[in-house]
């Protein structure tokens, strides 16, 4: 069974950068699309990135176009999320995540990680 874990997340000020992982055992991460979501507190889950399967295709939420870039490197089985001029409104639990489809809806999402913090603070 695939599963996933996240790491990088941290304290940072705003203007900085973090990149965040998201490594696999179990399964290999280039059988899936992968997501990442984060979640702030007391909001709900949303969606922030994701690469396709097999074309590298990738799609980021509005807010995070052109700061985060989502990578793969198939070799270490691992997922990453480039974060770059984070924002106080970019904190939040971080979390990775696969699916079998080209989608960005949560509930098409199977296996998840436990989630990292990211808190982006003065």
């Known amino acids: 069974q695939l599963q996933l874990v996240e790491s990088g997340g941290g304290l940072v000020q705003p203007g900085g950068s973090l990149t965040l992982s998201c490594g696999a055992s179990?399964?290999?991460?280039?059988?899936?699309?992968i997501g990442w979501f984060r979640q702030a507190p007391g909001k709900e889950r949303e969606f922030v990135a994701r690469?396709?399967?097999?074309?590298?295709?990738?799609h980021y939420a509005d807010s995070v176009k052109g700061r985060f870039t989502i990578s793969r490197d198939n070799a270490q089985n691992t997922v990453y999320l480039q974060m770059n001029s984070l924002k106080p409104e970019d904190t939040g639990v971080y979390y990775c995540?696969?699916?079998?489809?080209?989608?960005?809806?949560?509930?098409?999402?199977?296996?998840w990680g436990q989630g990292t913090q990211v808190t982006v603070s003065s």
């Open positions: 995540a696969t699916s079998a489809a080209w989608t960005a809806r949560e509930n098409r999402f199977d296996d």
């Open positions: 179990g399964s290999t991460l280039d059988d899936y699309g």
């Open positions: 690469m396709a399967r097999t074309s590298g295709t990738t």
